[in-house]
């Protein structure tokens, strides 16, 4: 799978003068196999890809949870792979725990549309108690990021409102129903076009 998205992805990187990152997701079993980071390099070689166009998604509890993960990670973003924490939030996560990432070169957090979902489809506009605190957590979260250095991605944006709001807090990725539905490589080129 690593394969095929690489080999699309180092199409797209000779097409398009600003070619798209391409995120895999990959287990923390396989971030911990001491051969993995020897593995991607050689993929990445093999189809043409820049390194920085790769970004790798593992699940909080994966990364949080077995040191190995994270000397797996610290090796892939010395190659120059990025490294995200996926579903951040939906574990067992210690916050203490997040002071370590950047250090093993993980650069970004992957929030889960559950923090959208009860922030509601107005962007929290809708003045309910449950709606406000989670904009108040979203917001939280996303400061404490930035100021560890990480990036955001929020997942799940589905109304413009979601959308604005992302864009007041300052998330730098957003993805979701509101800006388009899974396509075919050829569909998505056009997009690119």
């Keep these: 799978m690593l394969r095929r998205a690489c080999e699309q992805a180092g199409a797209w990187h000779r097409a398009f003068a600003e070619p798209p990152v ?11 196999d001491r051969h993995t980071p020897g593995t991607v390099a050689e993929v990445l070689e093999l189809t043409g890809l820049p390194p920085h166009l790769l970004q ?13 993960v994270l000397r797996g990670t610290a090796d892939l973003a010395a190659y120059g792979v990025l490294l995200v924490v996926d579903d951040f939030g939906t574990g067992q996560a210690n916050l203490a725990q997040l002071a370590e990432l950047p250090g093993h070169g993980v650069g970004g957090l992957k929030l889960p549309a559950e923090f959208l979902e009860r922030v509601g489809p107005d962007g929290g506009d809708c003045h309910t108690q449950v709606a406000a605190r989670a904009v108040q957590v979203l917001a ?5 990021a930035h100021d ?39 569909s998505t080129a056009k997009l690119f076009r």
């Design 148 to 186: 560890l250095g990480l990036r955001v991605t929020v997942e799940g944006v589905e109304t413009p409102a979601q959308h604005t709001l992302m864009r007041e807090l300052g998330v730098d990725l957003a993805q979701g129903w509101h800006y388009g539905v899974p396509d075919d490589a050829d």
């Design 22 to 32: 391409v995120s895999v997701n990959v287990s923390g079993e396989q971030l911990a």
């Design 56 to 68: 790798l998604e593992v699940s909080e509890e994966a990364t949080l949870s077995d040191p190995r």
């Design 140 to 144: 939280s979260t996303v400061t404490l």
